[in-house]
């Protein structure tokens, strides 16, 4: 998979010089080209032009060279050089990762996305556990906070909830069933069918892009704004052995690299609000929740989850420690 020809000298590439050495890379996506996927689009493309061309990452859509829930088993096989991940998918597998998958953590907006996960990918623990499957994280996968959207009656109360069927993953999904949903994980390519044969009646997803992406609203009958019920933990991850086989220049294009996805999403998830915002007001009932539903849902599907959680992961690792690094960091991404 990997191509690398060793050339005696570096050469000098917008005014910094890049070993010329030729690195081809194989990253495995899901779905296919969407808002989300501009992050990584933007950094492989500014990596190639600031190595001449000598460094290239080619993105592999739609699950073809691994299915998402395999991804972080083939990054750490060697099988594949770099991949997203999404640590609710195998919370099994990166439970402390998961803590970025709880609901109603206190961030609101991008921006402020961006400031907590970016920290998270270079805190130690979460570091460790992924050292544990031979990878190492790259940048984060910044998703906005979640809706839903969903088939039949709309739960325009909270008690409606009760016993409806929805696709809401990670501590999310625990904070449905407060509510008395029944949540179920479901990898995003399948979703749509999930839906359409009537699997779940809802689904959540980042708010606005990916329900227009997978084109949930073309099947759906309403869907909620003013939830924001959590965001999700997806980052980009790397094999160690690859990573480290790579020159120190190359080594900092990634790091440079990173800066350029963030950039990208902050376009890419504004753009989408203007466009699929307008046509999901116009084809479906909009459901939105009192300020007191609001407070009365936190109240019971934010500490409450946030605690089990801890309890749950206590034992494998200092939870408490890891929360509250990610609690810290909200606060000073508001400052």
């Not at 640590?87 to 439970?95: M, Q, S």
């Not at 990670?170 to 749509?192: I, Q």
């Not at 934010?302 to 992961?313: F, I, L, Q, T, Y």
Request: overall charge negative; glycine content about 8%.
């Amino acid at each position: 998979m990997r191509s690398v020809l060793i050339a005696a000298a570096a050469v000098l590439v917008a005014g910094q010089a890049v070993a010329a050495e030729k690195v081809q890379w194989n990253y495995s996506m899901w779905g296919n080209p969407r808002a989300f996927t501009k992050g990584v689009e933007a950094a492989v493309d500014y990596i190639k032009e600031k190595s001449g061309g000598n460094f290239e990452i080619t993105i592999h859509y739609g699950g073809t060279i691994s299915p998402p829930k395999e991804n972080l088993d083939n990054v750490s096989l060697g099988a594949l050089e770099a991949a997203h991940l999404c640590t609710f998918y195998h919370p099994g597998k990166n439970p402390v990762g998961t803590v970025l998958d709880l609901p109603f953590l206190p961030v609101e907006n991008i921006d402020q996305l961006i400031k907590v996960q970016d920290a998270f990918e270079s805190y130690e623990p979460w570091m460790k556990e992924m050292a544990g499957w031979h990878a190492r994280p790259w940048f984060a996968g910044v998703l906005p906070t979640y809706e839903f959207m969903g088939v039949g009656n709309p739960p325009k109360k909270l008690e409606d909830w009760k016993g409806m069927r929805v696709r809401a993953g990670g501590g999310m999904g625990d904070a449905m069933r407060k509510l008395g949903a029944v949540p179920t994980t479901v990898p995003a390519p399948d979703v749509y069918q999930t839906v359409e044969r009537g699997v779940v009646q809802a689904a959540s997803w980042p708010y606005s892009y990916a329900f227009g992406a997978y084109r949930l609203h073309e099947i759906s009958k309403w869907y909620t704004e003013g939830m924001a019920i959590g965001s999700a933990h997806c980052p980009s991850v790397i094999n160690i052995d690859t990573y480290n086989a790579l020159p120190d220049e190359y080594k900092q294009l990634l790091e440079e690299a990173k800066a350029v996805a963030y950039d990208a999403y902050r376009v890419v998830y504004k753009e989408a609000d203007d466009k699929w915002r307008p046509i999901f007001a116009s084809r479906m009932e909009r459901v939105t929740y009192s300020p007191e539903q609001m407070a009365h849902f936190r109240e019971i599907g934010a500490k409450p989850v946030w605690g089990d959680w801890v309890n749950e992961h206590k034992k494998e690792f200092d939870s408490q420690a890891v929360l509250d690094f990610v609690l810290d960091q909200a606060k000073q991404a508001k400052m």
